[in-house]
């Protein structure tokens, strides 16, 4: 990755660039015109390190990626003989501790995934054998059933007292250190790599990807089937942030060559 880019793209994965299904087909020609302008694509998602490793390898992106909602960043050494990483959160052991904790408070019980069966974890997620192994290769946060839209509020609530935070995605909610989220963490890379004047293009579909797209130079929504996240609409209305023409893939790829298309200057 050279250190002199322009233009970042920092996206999201999950309901983003891949719909429910893991498909990203209808993005294939857009990311092979952006590597073709040395333009920079940074998956930035509540993923594993495990499962943005594989998803690189299957989809030829070489570029350093912020995984577990902006807890970790990773990369590799420019003769890709090592991997770089940073960390930026609390271990997942001290994570676990705190959602017991904060489920005997709010009196309700919060079921991480790791603690669901096999079966429980496919017709969640639709993952299967090493995906789900990969999907459980967690080190930085923890994620767990979304709860009832009250017992979620007091959970937001009580997370200050413990130095964590909580986000909830479409399939499950995230608990992570206060200390990482997204933005925070595409902040981190930039002072990582000495590239301070980038321009962030970010994309996103929920409320966890709110930090990445409030820190974003060009924020852009992807809607779901149903239309975009609640979490995300008060940016839209006030035209902070963009709101793509399809969802997913499809709209990941409009929105997008729609920007770049834009740039007369670009690297």
């Known amino acids: 990755m050279k250190n002199n880019s322009k233009y ?6 999950d309901g983003t660039l891949m719909d429910e299904n893991y498909d990203i087909s209808p993005a294939k020609k857009t990311l092979d015109i952006l590597s073709k302008m040395a333009i920079p694509v940074i998956p930035c998602t509540s993923k594993t390190a495990s499962e943005v490793r594989y998803f690189r390898n299957e989809n030829g992106l070489s570029d350093p990626f912020i995984v577990e ?3 970790a960043i ?3 050494y420019e003769n890709n003989s090592s991997e770089w990483e940073l960390i930026l959160g609390k271990s997942y052991k001290e994570l676990r501790i705190i959602l017991m904790n904060i489920s005997k408070e709010v009196n309700y019980q919060l079921i991480p995934l790791n603690d669901l069966s096999q079966n429980q974890i496919f017709e969640l997620t639709g993952l299967s054998g090493k995906a789900i192994n990969r999907a459980l290769d967690r080190h930085w946060s923890v994620p767990f059933l979304n709860p009832p839209d009250d017992i979620f509020e007091k959970v937001k609530l009580i997370c200050e007292s413990y130095n964590v935070h909580v986000f909830k995605g479409n399939r499950m909610s995230h608990l ?5 989220h997204k933005g925070q963490a595409v902040n981190h890379l930039k002072v990582h790599l000495q590239n301070h004047n980038v321009r962030i293009i970010a994309l996103g579909d929920s409320q966890n990807d709110l930090p990445l797209l409030q820190y974003a130079d060009i924020s852009i929504v992807i809607p779901g089937k149903n239309g975009p996240n609640k979490y995300l609409q008060n940016g839209i209305d006030k035209g902070i ?10 709209g990941w790829s409009n929105s997008i060559e ?5 740039f007369k200057d670009l690297c």
């Open 69 to 71: 909602n902006g807890a």
């Open 241 to 250: 942030f963009r709101l793509a023409n399809a969802p997913h893939a499809e």
């Open 74 to 76: 990773y990369g590799t």
């Open 176 to 180: 992570l250190s206060s200390e990482s």
């Open 258 to 262: 729609e920007v770049i298309n834009s």
């Open 8 to 13: 970042w793209i920092v996206t999201d994965l």
